[in-house]
């Protein structure tokens, strides 16, 4: 089997607990990892503003993967490895697609976030992630070639799966369609993607695609999962992102991130460890 050499993990419902913590076990499950010179990076949504606390606190180095592999960055540098933005032309169509849908949008930067309607089911998506706000613009068109990583409209849960089937129905496959928490729908330029950004990355390291694994529990995580050379989904995680991963995490084990490395890397991250921290209340 080919040696895995650099782990990228989904943040929210994967790195982190639900009170958007870093748990012991997690803890040492990554500092394991680094210890053994794998190199861990993050692939998220969020902007990188909103990982930064997270990179810190695990001294996590170099570029990590954010807005949905729209931008691969180094967040203490700043240096770019990767970056994808939208032309004017393509703000204008997808502007002309949420207003047709009648839904609030967003445009999404490295720095922030613009929308036409700050309402309360808006300002939500934010409060969780230490993100910035967004700044209200009545009309978008007016930053039309402000160059935006990705264009976001709220839906709800309710209305999220119909939003996405009337969107393909209009652009077809002309941009990448995803989400991070399935109540919002986000569009990114064609073929990004959280495994289009991994491979940059890998790239840029020196590593082969076989020999990245990857963890993930959203449908933003799908392509990173089936095209890592080893994966894991959580367990929490819908049937499609479970059915895109070699390996589920099982109901024996704790449904975290210190799991899913342990069953990526046995030899490095034993999972009676693990369990011993489990049980010592840490």
């Not at 949905?68 to 994808?84: K, P, R």
């Not at 929308?115 to 993100?131: A, G, H, K, M």
């Not at 919002?184 to 064609?190: G, T």
Request: proline share 5%; net charge negative.
């Amino acid at each position: 089997m080919t040696a895995l050499r650099l782990l990228v993990c989904d943040l929210d419902g994967t790195l982190l607990e639900a009170d958007n913590t870093i748990s012991t076990r997690t803890h040492a499950a990554v500092d394991a990892l680094r210890g053994a010179g794998v190199r861990v990076a993050i692939a998220t949504g969020r902007i990188p503003r909103g990982i930064r606390r997270v990179v810190e606190e695990l001294a996590l180095d170099g570029p990590q993967v954010t807005m949905h592999g729209g931008l691969v960055i180094d967040v203490t540098s700043g240096e770019h490895v990767y970056s994808a933005t939208f032309a004017p032309e393509a703000v204008d169509e997808l502007l002309s697609l949420t207003a047709g849908l009648d839904l609030p949008t967003l445009l999404c930067y490295p720095h922030g976030f613009r929308t036409n309607v700050l309402s309360q089911e808006v300002i939500d998506l934010f409060v969780p992630y230490n993100e910035p706000l967004p700044e209200l613009v009545t009309d978008l068109r007016v930053l039309r070639e402000s160059a935006p990583h990705k264009v976001a409209a709220w839906t709800g849960h309710d209305a999220y799966e119909a939003v996405v089937a009337r969107a393909r129905e209009r652009i077809g496959d002309r941009y990448t369609i995803t989400s991070g928490d399935n109540r919002s729908i986000e569009f990114l330029p064609h073929g990004v993607n959280k495994a289009h950004a991994t491979t940059e990355l890998a790239r840029w390291l020196g590593v082969e695609l076989g020999e990245v694994a990857a963890i993930g529990d959203g449908t933003n995580d799908i392509e990173l999962l089936s095209a890592a050379g080893r994966s894991v989904a959580m367990r929490h995680a819908r049937p499609e992102v479970r059915a895109a991963a070699d390996l589920a995490i099982p109901v024996e084990l704790p449904d975290d991130a210190a799991s899913a490395i342990g069953l990526l890397f046995p030899d490095l991250v034993p999972a009676d460890a693990l369990l011993d921290l489990e049980a010592a209340g840490r």
